[in-house]
């Protein structure tokens, strides 16, 4: 507190008193230590802890009373009003501006400035708008080019399919000319002899007095006969080309139409049984008679009075996990639906077909995952394998040329095998083939397939059943169809397409053909059994 000395009378005595020049505190003085009892200057206070001084003395948040003196009225000593935080000075209420922007309070004087700081900032704001303003318009310009450069690669993508798509179709219009016109020109010529063989009919049922002999006239009526059944045959096979436009490959497919083809039965199934979810393996029962279907979603097999199309029996058991294809030993009474995983002979790897030899009691399961057929007794004992051979390369790790045996296969994800009396027969899936192999000494008497849509090829085929007679029944699963072959392999029928209704198939998972030439396929897209 700033003081100013002057003398006054405190208590009947005479004694110096002390009078602040801020407030007008009086402060007597008793003695010489006077000095150290005076009250502090809280301003003063404050500037020192700002800097980081502390007070020798300890501030009294109340300042002393002024002592009764007569004549004078005590007043107490208090701080009031608000601190600005600028010049740190304490002001009345009404002298203090608050900043809602900072937060923070302004006397008078350092209001003006705080304005005049806050203008000043708005210009630095405006030059910032002015700089993002001409970023944005940086990337409306950059977003723009991009988007006409892709409109640019859009229209040229467009263009080369446009142009591959017009050659194509001159293709097409040219090979389909090309292929008219070969028909038209053996039309033709086959109209000429035609009318030629028709000119000497009526000639020789006219002019039959011409002919001296008889013999003449047989002559002619053999020649004739002869010739017209040529005629009749060249015309029946004209036309024997289906040309069939490919929509999804753009191509144009010819399929021959072979003599059995004409001479084999329509398939149309006369039932369809729905009372499973996904039907895979099916087979006849040789004991009873009745159909047992592998039901992948129940782990069981479903045994099915044929007649009555009734359901009287479920087989499964705790390791039936996924029942796929099934198999019968009648002279055991068994039926054989998986088994073990592995690598070694004897064990196996996601196995699928599987089929019997009731003759020399061997049973031959598709090991798929291993790419090999297996031959194994009843009792699991390992008899042999097909479609695996050792050969012979160099051995690296020798310092001599010497060569080592190694095990390689010729099949790629087999999934279906069926026995005759002389031959094994094996789906080859994963390579689109069907190869046959000799029964007695494991040798590959012949192969056919490949890949595609025409017929004759396969599209992911599934299973495959041999009727009684030899013939090939293939479930091509991809391309929705059943396609069958004669024993040597030459193409017989194909039926059956994509589609829900009778006679069409989702993906054929199974096929049996029973000794009468039923044959019984099931369907685990449409989840169903159709009989044919």
Request: aromatic share 6%; with cysteine; hydrophobic share 35%.
């Amino acid at each position: 507190m700033e003081t100013s000395e002057g003398r006054g009378r405190v208590g009947g005595s005479d004694l110096p008193i002390i009078n602040c020049a801020i407030c007008n505190t009086r402060i007597p003085t008793h003695n010489s230590s006077f000095v150290d009892n005076l009250p502090s200057n809280l301003y003063i206070d404050t500037l020192l802890s700002m800097v980081g001084i502390k007070p020798d003395k300890q501030t009294s948040t109340t300042p002393p009373s002024t002592p009764a003196t007569p004549g004078l009225q005590s007043v107490d000593l208090f701080a009031a009003g608000v601190r600005c935080m600028q010049c740190k000075s304490m002001c009345d209420s009404s002298d203090v501006s608050y900043c809602e922007h900072c937060k923070l309070n302004f006397c008078r004087v350092c209001w003006s400035q705080h304005i005049e700081d806050l203008r000043i900032q708005v210009g630095s704001i405006l030059k910032q708008l002015d700089v993002a303003a001409s970023r944005l318009d940086h990337k409306i310009e950059h977003y723009k080019d991009r988007c006409e450069r892709i409109v640019e690669q859009i229209s040229l993508a467009a263009d080369e399919k446009i142009n591959t798509i017009l050659e194509g179709k001159a293709a097409l219009l040219k090979e389909i000319s090309e292929l008219q016109k070969c028909e038209d020109m053996t039309a033709l010529a086959l109209q000429s002899t035609l009318n030629e063989a028709r000119e000497v009919a009526n000639v020789a049922l006219k002019d039959e007095h011409n002919f001296k002999h008889d013999s003449e006239k047989v002559s002619v009526f053999i020649n004739l006969h002869q010739n017209t059944l040529q005629l009749l045959t060249d015309i029946s096979k004209w036309d024997a080309d289906s040309f069939v436009f490919d929509k999804e490959n753009f191509r144009i497919d010819t399929d021959m139409t072979t003599a059995c083809d004409a001479e084999s039965r329509n398939f149309v199934p006369h039932y369809m049984w729905r009372k499973t979810s996904r039907p895979c393996g099916v087979g006849i029962g040789p004991w009873n008679n009745h159909l047992y279907i592998c039901d992948t979603d129940s782990h069981s097999v479903i045994v099915v009075e044929r007649t009555q199309a009734k359901i009287v029996k479920r087989l499964s058991c705790q390791e039936m996990l996924c029942p796929v294809q099934i198999a019968f030993m009648k002279s055991l009474g068994e039926i054989y639906i998986t088994g073990q995983k592995g690598s070694r002979v004897g064990m196996f790897r996601s196995p699928e077909g599987i089929a019997t030899d009731n003759v020399l009691h061997h049973i031959y399961v598709v090991d798929t995952g291993n790419d090999r057929v297996q031959i194994i007794q009843p009792d699991g004992k390992f008899v042999d394998q097909l479609g695996v051979s050792t050969k012979h390369q160099p051995n690296n790790t020798s310092s001599i040329w010497e060569t080592k045996e190694v095990l390689c296969t010729e099949l790629n994800a087999p999934s279906s095998v069926a026995v005759t009396s002389d031959r094994v027969v094996i789906l080859d899936s994963g390579n689109r083939r069907v190869k046959v192999y000799n029964k007695q000494d494991r040798s590959k008497i012949m192969e056919f397939g490949s890949t595609g849509h025409r017929k004759g090829q396969f599209n992911k085929p599934e299973v495959l059943a041999v009727d009684p007679m030899g013939y090939i029944f293939v479930g091509d699963s991809g391309n929705c169809r059943v396609q069958i072959f004669k024993p040597n392999g030459q193409l017989v029928r194909v039926f059956g397409r994509i589609g829900h209704e009778p006679g069409k198939f989702g993906w054929i998972s199974g096929i049996h053909v029973t000794k009468q030439l039923d044959v019984i396929i099931s369907d685990t897209k449409n989840h169903c059994v159709n009989f044919f």
